[in-house]
Structures are given as C-alpha cells and as structure tokens.
C-alpha cells in the first residue's frame, strides 16, 4: 500500500512513532463514558477504558464511538505517518498508536487492551487484511460468544493474513502487536481456560 521510503532513517521514524503515540493516547473512552452521563469508566467493570468495559456502563452509543474512534487513531497515524515516510514510517506511527493506547501518558500509563487499535491499523495497513481480521472476529463470537478469545483469535491470525497479502514489514509488525495483546489478555486467557470469562451480552 505504502511505499518504502527511507530519508533520515531514525528522525523521520521517531517522528512517527511519536505521532502515532501522541494520537493513541487521547482516551476516547473515558472522554465518551463521561460525556454520556456514565462517570469514570476506570471504576467500572474491569477498570479498562475500552469500548467493551465502557458497555458495561449500559450506554451502548458510548461504546460504540469508543470502538470507532479508538480504532480511528490508530488508522488515522497509520495514513499520515504513510503519506510522509512510507511503509517503515506506517509500522513505526501504528507501533506508536497501539503503545499509547496501552501506556496513555495522560492516565499514568494504564490504558486499554488495544484490539480496536489494532484492527484500525491493520485495516489501514491493507484493509483486506483489516477486513479479515474482522470477519475472523466476527466468525469466532458467533461460534463462541467470547469477545476476548474472538479478539485473541484474530490477532493470532493477522501476522499470517498480512503475510499472504505480501506485507512482510507489516506482517512483523501484526505479529509484535499480537504478541502484546495476549500479554494485555493475560488475565481474559487465564479465565478461559478455567471457564469464567464472560460471554458477550453478560456482565
């Protein structure tokens, strides 16, 4: 999608990934949550400040512009950073999106798990790729009724689906975001495997 453009290799990548950072950081869902009427989504539900704990707060639009929106920033530095710098600058600005949703500077460093994120930078990446990734998810809550292990699924199988498209750069990126996104679902996979996480529509 991108093509690979090298000037001054590490200031224009650091720009990068300092923008993507700066864009993944503003927390769409604590700001949607409060705007709703629901409060403090940190002290709610799981305390995380993505779109699933803010549907805990029972304000169904609220979420769904969280998940819009977070997965809008990542997308969003994917393209600009791209237009600028290339695929190395892509990967560096969606590398930056998705650590500063996780690590937002403005909530002491504890943000969300990162999947909508995810998905927007994958989908600006290559959005066929984006779209698979989706439907995978898509495919797996109708089978399992389980968003975190639908999202663990997914994520597992972007690196590959990135792969087949003929992105290697992007592939190596889907597959070091994976990785932190089972380590953000630490907690979600020790709960399925002893059988209590959560399924969608329960608390």
């Known amino acids: 999608m991108f093509d690979f453009v090298q000037p001054w290799w590490g200031l224009h990548y650091a720009v990068s990934l300092l923008l993507g950072y ?3 950081s503003i927390p769409f869902g604590l700001i949607f949550a409060r705007l709703a009427g629901a409060g403090d989504v940190r002290k709610i539900g799981s305390g995380n400040i993505g779109a699933t704990n803010v549907l805990r707060t029972g304000k169904k639009g609220a979420a769904a512009l969280t998940l ?8 969003a530095a994917v393209l600009i950073a791209g237009s600028f710098y290339g695929i190395g600058g892509a990967a560096a600005a969606g590398l930056g999106a998705f650590l500063g949703h996780i690590f937002p500077v403005w909530l002491g460093f504890k943000g969300g798990k990162g999947v909508a994120t995810f998905l927007g930078v994958m989908l ?6 984006g779209l698979a990734v989706a439907a995978t998810w898509l495919a797996a809550a109708a089978l399992w009724r389980i968003s975190s292990l639908s999202a663990l699924i997914a ?5 590959l689906y990135m792969w087949m498209w003929g992105e290697s750069l992007a592939a190596v990126l889907a597959a070091v975001l994976t990785v932190i996104i089972f380590i953000t679902h630490r907690d979600n ?15």
Do not use: M, T, Y
């Open 189 to 203: 996979i020790a709960r399925i495997a002893s059988g209590s996480e959560p399924h969608i529509g329960r608390a």
């Open 68 to 75: 819009i929106f977070d997965g809008a920033k990542g997308a």
């Open 22 to 24: 700066l864009l993944g």
């Open 155 to 159: 994520a597992a199988l972007a690196p």
């Open 124 to 129: 600006a990446l290559a959005w066929p790729v």
